[in-house]
């Protein structure tokens, strides 16, 4: 009996997360390409001329999507290497679960970055990021659901492309937009210790992103591999 | 077991499969030989169902191409590309298949597999340090985890020396002794010809000649296979 | 038999399939008169001058690009249906000729925007959006350039045309709360089209001229398609 969507799709995650464990490359490269571009943001504007409580939110967001891109760059690249992604293909299994268990695992990945990313902000920068750590992990959380979505799919189709490492990068960041606006927006409201009705608009704009790429991505996946 | 009525299959206006036809019996071995760019990977993918055909129909083990999972659970596919993950050592790359495959008792059909290839002692190495013929009996271990019906073969041979050669004949030897059904691409003629009981020569997308074990003379075979491929080009 | 969209509009509608290009024809004349009443014969706007008139030329750009990449996200969702390339040529022409309507609209908006509200270039929400909608087709045909295989090209473009229809209200939207969320200096928003009869007139035939233009250059573009994808078939053989 060949596993359900969902069983398969955890066994593809597991499986990832087991190789970047092992490899811990990207990982690793992902958090110190996060904390040098904090450390540099922070240098590249004039402290006296921009507070660090107006600057934070939008260093913190655009280094996520930068980093992240690192893990998904990866994604497909460890599938490609030896093909393993025919084996992947010749199971029998629903392509829809190859794309999930990709996207959790990339999940994982940028949501272990952020773990390092949002203390790094909080120490270097002053600001109270931290003191709201539930209503901020949604929103990383609410951010990252959709920065993978549309991350795994460009993945995927990326490295069957010639411009493989440049590709995922130029038709990401354009989907980024609307996740990263909403996500500062939204951290700079908490931050500056606003009320919580001001932060409503941003994380329902999060959601429903989530909830349209998230379907129209699981849906077009299968088209991204060979038919 | 495996029924191919005037397959074909075109990728935007280049046709790489044209009218392939043949059928073949449980237990039967299909050696298909030909150059670089004669379709027959395009072919295999077919028969995988990795890819639609354009026209015509086929079935694998009772199941019509282009099927879906049902399909895939019967097959067997290896590649000249290990399909493996160099990080993961040879037992989780044979369990990861195995619970793929929705097969029962992964971990011990892995342990038997890995006794059966000879891997035992070399099971928990990651798989990128294994030799180029080790991975291969991995590879041939991940794809028949689930005792396929039919195993497909994409060039085995190749980068593999004389003793992983002869060491993927004789396992090839076991899976035709057990009535499992194969199709092995290649264009070694002396390897397929060892193992096959039906040989086809494949040319420009199309079966140019097909005939049966005993019709085949090796020691003939590849002058015919060259006056064949050279025909006309 | 072949057809140079490059070439000026009169020869290369001689040489495309059948003699002369009438669409292209009649769609010059259209924008050639539609410019004229433009210049000539449409009155000044009172506060804006004569600034305003290449608002005749912004609005009917800006409406025609947004229908050219309602066609590539449709004729997408159709090519995965139906794997028809047909349907792929149809809106990789359409991309194209609207990555350049939008260019036009980039262009003529600042022109306008510098003696209206004093600034060639303000983060107005409307005019991000458009930005934006120009990188998403640039990306578009980024990512057409990038793969060999016909119809691999065929079915990523159409993913991509599809994911960025489905991108545009969410852009205009985060965009919109941003800025008003974020008040900025007051500049001076363009009035709502209460236009006055002659002016609205104007606009209509403007409108219809683009979108012959628009047809045109979409057909000769696809007919280019056509011709290309043919001659990568003969050499494939």
Same mark, same amino acid.
């Given at each position: 009996m060949a596993p359900s969507t969902l069983s398969a799709a955890f066994l593809i995650a597991r499986k990832d997360l087991a190789i970047e464990f092992r490899t811990r490359t990207a990982f690793f490269s992902a958090a110190v390409f996060a904390l040098l571009g904090i450390v540099i943001f922070y240098f590249a504007w004039d402290p006296t001329a921009v507070a660090s409580i107006d600057l934070a939110p939008g260093v913190l967001w655009a280094i996520f999507t930068f980093s992240g891109l690192l893990g998904l760059q990866r994604s497909f690249g460890i599938e490609q290497a030896d093909r393993a992604i025919d084996a992947l293909l010749g199971?029998?299994? #629903?392509?829809e679960s190859i794309y999930l268990g990709k996207a959790m695992a990339n999940l994982v990945f940028v949501a272990a970055v952020q773990v390092i990313a949002i203390p790094a902000v909080q120490l270097f920068y002053g600001v109270p990021l931290l003191e709201n750590a539930a209503l901020l992990a949604l929103i990383a959380l609410l951010a990252a659901i959709g920065l993978v979505a549309v991350g795994t799919l460009f993945s995927a189709m990326a490295?069957? #492309?010639?411009l493989a490492e440049m590709l995922l990068p130029v038709l990401s960041l354009l989907f980024f937009v609307p996740v990263v606006i909403p996500a500062a927006q939204a951290t700079a409201r908490l931050i500056a210790g606003r009320p919580g009705s001001e932060i409503v608009g941003w994380l329902k704009l999060l959601v429903a992103f989530d909830i349209v790429f998230v379907a129209a991505c699981t849906l077009a996946f299968p088209f991204t591999i060979e038919e | 077991m495996i029924t191919a009525q005037g397959l074909s299959r075109r990728f935007g206006g280049r046709?790489?499969?044209?009218d392939v036809t043949f059928s073949l019996a449980a237990g039967d071995v299909l050696a298909i030989f030909g150059p670089n760019g004669a379709g027959k990977t395009t072919l295999l993918r077919m028969l995988a169902g990795l890819l639609k055909p354009s026209e015509g129909t086929g079935s694998v083990a009772g199941v019509a191409l282009p099927g879906g999972a049902e399909l895939r659970a019967a097959i067997g596919y290896i590649s000249?590309?290990?399909?493996?993950?160099?990080?993961?050592?040879a037992r989780e790359n044979i369990e990861l298949a195995a619970k793929l495959f929705g097969v029962r008792d992964p971990r011990g059909i892995s342990t038997r597999a890995l006794e059966r290839m000879e891997l035992h002692d070399r099971a928990d190495t990651p798989v990128r340090l294994l030799s180029r013929g080790m991975q291969q009996r991995v590879s041939i271990a991940r794809a028949t985890v689930h005792d396929p019906l039919v195993v497909l073969l994409d060039e085995p041979f190749t980068g593999l020396d004389d003793s992983g050669s002869a060491a993927l004949g004789a396992h090839l030897a076991m899976l035709r002794a057990t009535g499992t059904t194969l199709v092995l691409v290649t264009h070694s003629i002396a390897e397929g010809l060892a193992l096959a009981t039906h040989a086809a020569i494949m040319r420009d997308g199309a079966l140019v000649r097909l005939e049966k074990g005993e019709a085949i003379d090796p020691a003939t075979y590849l002058t015919v296979y060259r006056e064949h491929v050279t025909h006309g080009a | 038999m072949t057809s140079p969209s490059s070439a000026g509009p009169a020869s290369g509608a001689a040489k495309s399939a059948g003699g002369i290009d009438w669409l292209f024809l009649v769609a010059v004349l259209a924008i050639a008169a539609a410019l004229a009443r433009v210049i000539y014969y449409t009155p000044f706007e009172a506060v804006q001058g004569p600034a305003q008139k290449i608002f005749y030329l912004h609005l009917p750009a800006a409406l025609d690009a947004f229908m050219a990449f309602g066609v590539v996200a449709i004729s997408g969702i159709a090519y995965l249906w139906l794997g028809d390339l047909r349907l792929d040529r149809a809106a990789e022409s359409s991309a194209e000729v609207g990555v350049v309507f939008t260019t036009v609209v980039l262009v003529t908006g600042p022109l306008w925007a510098r003696p209206v509200w004093g600034t060639w270039w303000t983060w107005d929400a409307r005019l991000t959006l458009t930005l934006f909608l120009w990188f998403i087709y640039v990306g578009y045909l980024v990512l057409r350039g990038a793969i060999d295989d016909r119809a691999l090209r065929a079915r990523y473009s159409a993913i991509l045309g599809i994911l960025g229809s489905l991108l545009i209200p969410f852009i205009h939207l985060s965009v919109y709360l941003f800025r008003t969320l974020h008040p900025r200096p007051i500049v001076i928003k363009p009035s709502a089209p209460s236009l006055p009869p002659e002016m609205l007139t104007t606009l209509v035939i403007s409108f219809v001229a683009f979108t012959l233009f628009y047809l045109a250059l979409v057909r000769q573009r696809y007919r280019l398609a056509t011709e290309r994808d043919l001659l990568e078939l003969e050499e494939g053989r």
């Open positions: 199971a029998p299994i #629903t392509r490295v069957n #492309t010639k | 046709t790489a499969v044209h000249h590309a290990s399909m493996l993950y160099g990080a993961l050592s | -």
